[in-house]
């Protein structure tokens, strides 16, 4: 969003305040000790989803393999569509099989989200019914409920998405989260950067946005012990620092003049 600050974007060295329409670029190392320059390039796909083969399933439910049409390893994601009023749209199961070792149950044991991207659907979760419309989530975090949906409405198309949740959310969350907030809502602002540093707690980019509440509250010392932390983190953050207005409480500080060295 154009009102997001450069910091919460990771703070892109020369980049401006206004105008930040996404991401700043990633970091040049990822977890793992790869690099991305070392890293093989791939192109974007984009298909429509008519563009990909519709398996015939039970109870006349069609299957779009989307993961395996895009080549997508992060995640499980797959699309169902119902051509007529009560056929399933996703079908009766757990994601516990109780047909395999344990070791592959606990592989396949999966959080769900679904997505009624057209029609409508009424999903029966352990035995409770929800109506969901186009434009609902529906998300089973409990890979031992037993859910299954069916079209209300001809046709219905429910996006699928599944993994193991091992993922890690990005600083980059917290961050954009806390941004909106730093003038309006400070304290607010503050609980959510420092929950996100308990998750990351090397993240330039929070510890940039904690330094620039801190400056707008008029906390000195507490601003630049959160700037010393960006930019041990993040040296290409002390860039943007000397025109970022948050900071203005700063501007003239010999100890802030100290750190931009």
Same mark, same amino acid.
């Given at each position: 969003?154009? *009102? ?6 990771? !703070?892109?060295?020369?980049? $401006? !305040? /206004? ?38 399933? &039970? ?5 779009? &393999? ?43 044991? =999966? ?9 409508? /659907? ?25 859910? =299954?949906?069916?079209?209300? @409405?001809?046709?219905?198309? +429910? ?13 980059? @969350?917290?961050? +954009? ?29 929070? =510890? ?9 509250? $008029?906390? !000195? @010392? ?6 010393? @932390?960006?930019?041990?983190? !993040? ?13 203005? *409480?700063? =501007? ?10």
């Amino acid at each position: 969003p154009a *009102s997001v600050c450069v910091a919460c974007l990771s !703070r892109a060295p020369g980049a $401006g !305040r /206004a105008g930040r329409a996404g991401r700043a670029a990633l970091p040049a190392a990822v977890p793992g000790g790869y690099c991305l320059a070392q890293m093989p390039r791939q192109a974007p796909k984009v298909v429509a989803l008519e563009r990909i083969e519709a398996i015939p399933g &039970p109870d006349g439910l069609s299957w779009h &393999p989307v993961r395996m049409a895009l080549g997508i390893r992060a995640f499980g994601a797959n699309a169902y569509t119902a051509s007529a009023v009560g056929d399933d749209v996703v079908e009766p199961h757990t994601e516990v099989p109780d047909d395999l070792s344990e070791q592959a149950q606990v592989e396949l044991m =999966h959080e769900e989200l679904y997505f009624i991207a057209a029609g409508a /659907a009424r999903f029966t979760i352990d035995g409770v019914d929800y109506e969901a419309r186009a434009g609902t989530y529906v998300f089973v975090p409990d890979p031992g409920s037993h859910r =299954h949906a069916v079209a209300l @409405e001809a046709p219905t198309t +429910v996006l699928s998405f599944g993994g193991p949740p091992t993922f890690s959310p990005s600083a980059w @969350e917290w961050s +954009v989260r806390a941004a909106q907030l730093l003038k309006r809502d400070p304290e607010r602002a503050r609980g959510i950067l420092l929950d996100g540093l308990r998750h990351h707690p090397r993240s330039g980019s929070l =510890h940039y946005n904690l330094a620039c509440l801190e400056a707008l509250c $008029g906390n !000195r @010392e507490a601003a630049l012990a959160a700037l010393r @932390e960006a930019f041990a983190e !993040r040296p290409a953050l002390r860039a943007g620092a000397p025109n970022d207005e948050d900071l203005n *409480s700063l =501007h003239g500080d010999p100890a802030f003049a100290a750190l931009l060295r």
